[in-house]
């Protein structure tokens, strides 16, 4: 039997975004406060829901679950890629990138499992409008959400666990911006094609079959607002979807392009990867903002302003 004399990796060297020679000041800038803007607006809505007895609902409780998902999502890789960018600090111990690859992969699953929770809970409120309180009640609304992340977390736990059962023993060069598992297998010394089998499977597996439940929600949805005689009706139904189906568009656009197309150019995927790692998350509070009164009168409410509402559920 062979014994070959390897050292085992440590520590990673992220080699951070490409082709940034010279802009890294003005990158470092742009991300510094995209990711103040995703912190500030998702906690702006977490005081702004809690604070607020008449959005104690179903569809604002699972928006304050969004806003602790985006929260934790654009933390993952973003203040480690800012301090690349700063010091080129590149190196990252064992146990960081174990955590990247962990969080960044459990909360994505969450925030793709909550997304399809929010579009049955907008399916039940327009379609079972009569019965929608007892469909959607506290306990159903809890174990939605506690399931959400319960599911996430045991399907992420195996992930990362094979990915790093694999030696790694060779380069402990990782060239990419955070810890991913396809570009980390890539340095690992032995048989790799069960994990990326598992991986490619599960991570496409989720998104395709949670976006085929929101797909058929909202054809579901759709039929009943074309039912609907009152024009009225149909302009509130339909302005309570749009702001879920713009994050879903923006969540599952970037996912579609890295994860079902591995034949993209290095030069394409990094964009989209921090697309949907930066801007995304800070995205999505101010399209809830925007397209949503009550959320915009609790926020008038907190600053001390006057507070007209004219509902938005």
Known sequence: MEIRNHTVVTEFILLGIPHTE??????????????????LGNLLILVAVMSDSRLHTP???????????????????????????????????????MSQVFFYHFLGSTECLLYTVMAYDRFAAICHPLRYTIIMNRRVCAVLAAGTWFTSSFHDTILTTLTFQLPYCGSNVVDYFFCDIFP???????NTLII????????????????LLILASYIRIVIAILKMHSA???????STCVSHLSVVTLFFGPCALIYTQPSLSEVLV??????????????????????????????KKLTGGQVTSEGGH
């Open 270 to 299: 990094t964009p989209v990867q921090i697309f949907g790692n930066v801007v995304t998350p800070m995205l999505s509070p101010t399209i809830y903002t925007l397209r949503n009164k009550d959320v915009k009168g609790a926020l």
């Open 232 to 238: 009225e009706g149909r302009r509130k139904a339909a």
């Open 59 to 97: 569809m604002y409780f699972f928006l304050c679950n969004l806003s602790v998902l985006d929260i934790g999502f654009s933390s993952v890789s973003t203040p480690k890629m800012l301090a690349n960018l700063l010091v080129r600090n590149q190196v990252i111990s064992l146990g960081g990138c």
């Open 184 to 190: 980390v297998v890539k340095l690992a010394c032995g």
């Open 22 to 39: 010279g802009q890294e000041q003005v990158l470092f800038g742009v991300f510094l406060i995209f990711y103040l803007c995703t912190l």
């Open 196 to 211: 990326e089998t598992v991986s490619f499977t599960n991570i496409g597996l989720v998104p395709m079959t949670c976006f």
